[in-house]
């Protein structure tokens, strides 16, 4: 370079210390530009990425944590993949996760939804919570059975119907889970289609009037009966099975066209966050070796609903979800004291 060239570019640059921290700013304030464009077109790109291949699937689920666990163990050593369960509580089965998973519908958190029975599945489905495509399936079966305390009452004793659960024989000796939550509340939906709205509200006032025990779970139903405090219950075939494992007196009444069956579900959230891990779990828990673990441990009765033969409640679940706050409405007036 020329002597002039050097004596030129000593010119051009700022002699006083103002100068050069106002060229040094400009500098600083075009690098930050630069850095927000590209932070702008690359970083929704890896997220979305990291989004998609992240190594856990975030569950929701309704079934019992006790037989839920250990699938969810297999799962892990099979894949490699990481469960993060969010369990639910007995007194609110389903209903409670549901709520929540409507609340987040607009930013979800959850990946996948193993409900224990199809009427909330079905209510999330109306609301959009799931996928469009495939988004939720029926798997297995259990069911809503009569109990009875064995050394109070035979199967030939018990009552033959639920409309005879209104009788004054019965009165204090039956016990049920509050009817707005859980497999207790699908349950009522599906009586009403049975018997008609009118049939089913004089039956429900019967049994409210008849003083029956109203507690916060199915398994506390089991536990009831058991004692011997109420000689008959509405309760869930796997609590009937877990109450016989602990040596209480109890056996489940015959299956009858009063009987609902129960299918577990699992759906995909629309747009959760671990799209490719919770497909992989949503394949998993549909395959027959899951539904063979959950019959070993009584969790479920049944591989299809489809093997039945025993008549048993037909649901228009649609329908009954057209009427579930007028229904909901009702139950709260006639059962909360």
Known sequence: MSEESQQAKKSNWPKDEFGRSEVFGQLWLWALLVAGVISAVLLPILASR??????????????????AQDIFAEFEKQTGLKIRAVYDSEATKTLGLANRLLAERAHPQCDVF????????????????????????????????????????????????LLELTNQIWRGKVALAYPQFGTTAAHFHALRQLWGDQAWQRWCRGLASNKPFLL??????VRIVGKGDAWAGLT??????????????????????ETLLIPNTVAITANGPHPAPA???????QTP??????????????????????PSLKVDWPLALRDLQTVTENLNQIFLR
Request: glycine share 8%.
């Open 50 to 67: 990291l989004r998609g291949k992240s190594n856990q699937v975030i569950v929701y689920c309704a079934q019992d944590q006790v037989y």
């Open 114 to 161: 193993w409900g224990n029975e199809e009427m909330r599945t079905w209510q999330l489905a109306s609301q959009n919570v799931f996928r469009e495509t495939n988004g939720w399936r029926a798997f297995g079966y259990r069911s809503r059975r009569v109990v009875i305390n064995t050394n109070h009452l035979t199967f030939q004793s018990a009552p033959h119907s």
């Open 216 to 221: 916060d779970g199915n398994s506390m139903v």
């Open 236 to 257: 869930d075939s796997d609590d009937i099975a877990s109450g016989q494992r602990e040596g209480l007196p109890v056996a489940a009444c015959p299956m009858d066209e």
């Open 279 to 285: 497909q992989r779990f949503f394949d998993y828990l």
């Open 289 to 310: 070796g899951v539904a063979t673990r959950l019959i070993a441990a009584n969790a479920l009765e049944g591989y299809s609903m489809s093997e039945v033969a025993t």
